[in-house]
């Protein structure tokens, strides 16, 4: 198949969709390999950026979805009357930090960093969708792992985690427990129920 019904595939299955679609379940619908995908994919982010289209393709880590372009913002805001991305607290702000730089990551680590109760704030990102459960600690008391979520990344224009900016050490992360996995000698383990 060539590139260019490969695009429209993809383009028609992310706008019947609404929501990411992973790299490998559009090489699967389109019986080709997940490479090809990326470049068809790259090809297509691209053409639209280029024509000033009205929709963009975001990549979110593994998966693509279509959205409108951010400068266009204001009237889809106006015509569809939107809510705003979440505003967030500076307790919630520096809750998500922590959870994104450590993840996966347990509440009293965050609360360990911050020196204060931190249930509010994960309660709160939580219900804003900007972290998640991701299992539980394999360690006493099971402690639940947070981490951040693919609207964590379109809230604040990410592709992925790795684009976090570097993180400056001071005199305080010097200080820095250490989480429980590395202090047990063991990787988190999660749990599905």
Known sequence: MDRKELARICEAILFASGDPVETDRLAFAAECAPEEVQEAM???MDRYAFERRGIRILRLESSWQMCSANELAPWVTKALETRKPPKLSASQLETL???AYYQPTTKTLVEQ????DSSYSVSALLNKKLIEESGRLNAPGRPILYRTTPDFLRTFGLSSLEELPEM????????LPEQPEAEAGREPQEVTE
């Open 97 to 99: 930090t922590v959870i």
């Open 42 to 44: 790259k090809e297509l």
């Open 168 to 175: 400056e050490l001071t005199r305080f992360d010097q200080g």
């Open 113 to 116: 960093i911050r020196g204060v």
